[in-house]
């Protein structure tokens, strides 16, 4: 990694500026000025935003906010607040609990932290296969690399080599798929009981939270619809607390919400939550 004190001192085109560049910058001073220099003051989060953050979150924060710049090309989209303290908490290995309605922009609390670690894996929990596509279209369009997993998954060697061996950043599961049951032996059950795989994981995301109650659990004296969503606690404990977990729904009642913190173990005293009205 090339150091920051090679930055050039001015970036008039944005040509010059690379999403690899932005993320192998170290020095908060060179992240501010081209903060400065690109994002749009219009397109901006207030100044008084930054004030509230340690000096390792701002230049997260910021990182983050010029890499999806980049990144998103002529569409230049630039963080909202809670989608900035999202990423800046998981960033910091904080959990976050994202109460975000459908079209708020919450998949942004997962891309921007996987933009961040692209040497790592992120490990997205997602219930659909046509919610899986679309997620696996949405990371690529960011240059992230991603790949769903559920049971239309070929078993082609060549692929699971390259799963194991972390050349997709990104990956999106369906709960099925984590854990053995009923004697079926997952491929990525397979996996997760490997120290070394498990080392590279650095996020946990479990979108569509609230299936953890509505999917996971025995309702009205009926079998669970899907109990391996209530497997994640076995999950988060298997992983570690290193592993910083997203917890993302736009259905999040009080009970349930209680439900979903329980589960995935999330502090209330170090936890980042986000609520939109």
Known sequence: MEPSTILPETLNEMAELTVPHILGLDDLEDVRRLYDIFIPSEQAVKEGFWT????????????????????????????????????????????????????????????????????????????LKKLQEMQVLKFRTYGISALAINEDTPNDPKLWEDIASGRFSVLIVQAEQLFVDKGHFPRVARLLSNRKFIKKIIFLMVDEAHCIYTMGTSLYGLPAFHPAWNYLAELRTKLGLKVAVAALSGTLPKHIKNIVKQWLQLDNDDLCNIKLL
């Open 52 to 127: 509230g953050f340690s000096p390792k979150e701002e230049l997260a924060g910021k990182k983050a906010s010029l890499a999806i710049f980049v990144a998103s090309g002529t569409r230049r989209i630039v963080p909202r607040e809670f989608q900035l303290r999202a990423t800046m908490a998981l960033h910091s290995g904080k959990d976050a609990l994202i109460d975000v309605g459908t079209g708020y922009g919450k998949t942004f609390c997962m891309i921007l932290p996987a933009l961040l670690s692209p040497r790592k894996i992120t490990l997205v929990v997602s219930p």
